[in-house]
T-cell receptor, first 114, second 115 residues
Framework: DAGITQSPRYKITETGRQVTLMCHQT?????MFWYRQDLGHGLRLIYY???????DKGEVPDGYVVSRSKTENFPLTLESATRSQTSVYFC?????????????FGAGSRLTVL | AQKVTQAQTEISVVEKEDVTLDCVYE???????LFWYKQPPSGELVFLIR??????QNEISGRYSWNFQKSTSSFNFTITASQVVDSAVYFC????????????FGTGTSLTVIP
């Protein structure tokens, strides 16, 4: 199916464990993003990527690692999860060179760190 | 620095009332885009509208309308004759060409429409 998919949708883990959230898009959009959503903070950018092998930090990158070896995939890894990383994570993509440049979101991944 | 402010954290209206959600933005760029997204209780983020900085024409889509005023750096969203299905969190966002195509979001306004 065309679109942007995130997995897992729900994850419970323990402090100190490594967690990877997956994101896959089928549009071949050049830009991909990871946001976290927390009450009172809205959507905050963690990392983004302008193309394969090009990534850059957003507003809240500490504790997170990303990679983008293929255009369609943009996994987010929490190397050693902390309780403050309990959040809803949204992956998104956009294509600024098409003229549309609308940010399209995945369904979100709800992560709980105990 | 780019910034989006949604001063209204929560709004409650009775069904069929009109409601306006405020959005004020800051940017030094002359070319930028403004957006509104809706997040219903189911949690997904739904794109509603995009407006570029050179187009100040107001837009109407059914019960929704948007008022873009560069003089006050505002991009307000009005729902006419609100319905229960309009209950959601609404986010305003800004994107410009000089910061790597980043999107800056406000903190959102939670709208509750009471039947």
């Amino acid at each position: 199916d065309a679109g942007i998919t995130q997995s897992p949708r729900y994850k419970i883990t323990e402090t100190g464990r490594q967690v990877t959230l997956m994101c896959h898009q089928t549009w071949s959009h050049s830009y991909m993003f990871w946001y976290r959503q927390d009450l009172g903070h809205g959507l905050r950018l963690i990392y983004y990527s302008a193309a394969a092998d090009i990534t850059d930090k957003g507003e809240v990158p500490d504790g997170y690692v990303v990679s983008r070896s293929k255009t369609e995939n943009f996994p987010l890894t929490l190397e050693s999860a902390t309780r403050s990383q309990t959040s809803v994570y949204f992956c998104a993509s956009s294509e600024p060179y098409s003229g549309a440049n609308v940010l399209t979101f995945g369904a979100g991944s709800r992560l709980t760190v105990l | 620095a780019q910034k989006v402010t949604q001063a209204q954290t929560e709004i409650s209206v009775v069904e069929k009332e009109d409601v306006t959600l405020d959005c004020v933005y800051e940017t030094r760029d002359t070319t930028y885009y403004l957006f509104w997204y809706k997040q219903p209780p189911s949690g997904e983020l739904v794109f509603l509208i995009r407006r570029n900085s050179f187009d100040e024409q107001n837009e109407i889509s059914g019960r929704y309308s948007w008022n873009f005023q560069k003089s006050t750096s505002s991009f307000n969203f009005t729902i006419t004759a609100s319905q229960v299905v309009d209950s959601a969190v609404y986010f305003c966002a800004l994107s410009d060409t000089n910061t790597g195509n980043q999107f800056y979001f406000g903190t959102g306004t939670s709208l509750t429409v009471i039947p």
